[in-house]
């Protein structure tokens, strides 16, 4: 039979392979002041921006291209010059998982895995699955037929999503705690047209 497949609407998530030394890194995640987030149930850094750290702004010079590549290759929008807004570490203590959530104001967001444990995954949800009325036994999960999507977290990877994609941690089978770094964007203006032009 003679068909085509339209991955029609797809939401896609892209992982990058960040080539750095993360010793630096992993002190600075390590010894930051932690409080709990109690919307996510997950220790957040008490720094909301910490690529600020004169220490990381490499780091940060990383993230952007990765963004612009995501932006402008994957998504095909002309070149937006984003703005990260916000950026925190998270640690989740052994046996400990985030609720599901998304990230507000933002277009996408990142999470950056410095040095990883075999503990926990980040479970994306898909926010359109509708399902049906019948329990199909799934032979092969596959796009289609999911409604969730783990990602496995590997050593200096980074991984870029729209910030409307549901999530979560989850949960941490190590005896250590995990950590990542996770960052917000927006795109700067000038965007839109007509009645949406947005200039400043």
């Not at 068909?3 to 029609?8: Q, R, V, W």
């Not at 969730?148 to 941690?169: D, R």
Request: hydrophobic share 30%.
């Amino acid at each position: 039979m003679n068909y085509k497949t339209i991955p029609l609407f797809s939401h896609p998530i892209n992982v990058f392979y960040l080539n750095i030394d993360t010793n630096q890194i992993q002190e600075i995640i390590e010894s930051s002041d932690y409080r709990l987030n109690d919307s996510v149930n997950a220790f957040i850094s008490k720094n909301l921006k910490v690529l600020e750290d004169p220490k990381l702004n490499f780091l940060e010079d990383e993230f952007n291209k990765a963004l612009d590549e995501f932006n402008e290759k994957i998504m095909g929008y002309e070149k937006n010059n984003l703005k990260i807004t916000t950026s925190w570490f998270t640690k989740c203590e052994p046996d400990q998982q985030s609720h599901r959530h998304n990230h507000k104001n933002s277009l996408y967001s990142g999470v950056y895995y410095n040095k990883v444990e075999d503990y926990s995954k980040i479970l994306f949800y898909n926010n359109d699955w509708r399902g049906n009325n019948y329990q199909l036994k799934i032979n092969n999960y596959n796009f289609y037929n999911s409604d969730t999507w783990s990602v496995e977290p590997e050593n200096s990877s980074l991984i870029i999503f729209p910030s409307y994609l549901s999530h979560k941690i989850t949960k941490n089978n190590s005896t250590k705690p995990r950590y990542s770094l996770a960052f917000n964007c927006v795109p700067r203006p000038p965007y839109g047209e007509a009645d949406s032009y947005i200039e400043s």
